[in-house]
Nanobody, 126 residues
Framework: QVQLVESGGGLVQAGGSLRLSCAFS????????MGWFRQAPGKEREFVAA????????YYANSVKGRFTISRDNAKTTVYLQMHSLKPEDTALYYC???????????????????WGQGTQVTVSS
C-alpha cells in the first residue's frame, strides 16, 4: 500500500518561502505521477502543481505559476514543492497525491489520484 507523508509546513510572513516535502513508500515511486493540492477553510480542494513520473514535465495552477516549483527525486522517493513569494491567500492545508500510470504526462484532476497524504498546514501572515 502506498503511504505519503508530507512535511515542511509552518507559519511564514507574506513574501517568505517554504519547501514542502512528501515522502513516498510502499510501491515503485517512478510508476506514479505526483501532485500537490491544497484546501483552505470553507473552500474546495484545489490543484496546485503536478509532476510526471520522470520529473521531466510539470504543470501549475495559474495562481502559483512563477512562484512555486514542483520537483521529485526518484532515488529518494520524495516529491517537493518549493514556494516563494508566499501570499496570505496561499494559506491552506497542502496535500500530496500519487497516481499510478503508464503515461508520461501530468494531471491536474484530483479524481485521478488514488493515494493522498494527511496534509501539512501552511499559514502565511500579512
Amino acid at each position: 500500500q502506498v503511504q505519503l507523508v508530507e512535511s515542511g509546513g509552518g507559519l511564514v510572513q507574506a513574501g517568505g518561502s517554504l519547501r514542502l516535502s512528501c515522502a513516498f513508500s510502499g510501491r515503485t515511486f517512478s510508476m506514479y505521477r505526483m501532485g500537490w493540492f491544497r484546501q483552505a477553510p470553507g473552500k474546495e480542494r484545489e490543484f496546485v502543481a503536478a509532476v510526471s513520473r520522470s520529473g521531466g514535465a510539470t504543470y501549475y495552477a495559474n495562481s502559483v505559476k512563477g512562484r512555486f516549483t514542483i520537483s521529485r527525486d526518484n532515488a529518494k522517493t520524495t516529491v517537493y514543492l518549493q514556494m516563494h513569494s508566499l501570499k496570505p491567500e496561499d494559506t491552506a492545508l497542502y496535500y500530496c497525491a500519487a497516481d499510478y500510470t503508464v503515461n508520461s504526462g501530468t494531471n491536474s484532476s484530483p479524481n485521478v489520484y488514488e493515494y493522498w497524504g494527511q496534509g501539512t498546514q501552511v499559514t502565511v501572515s500579512s
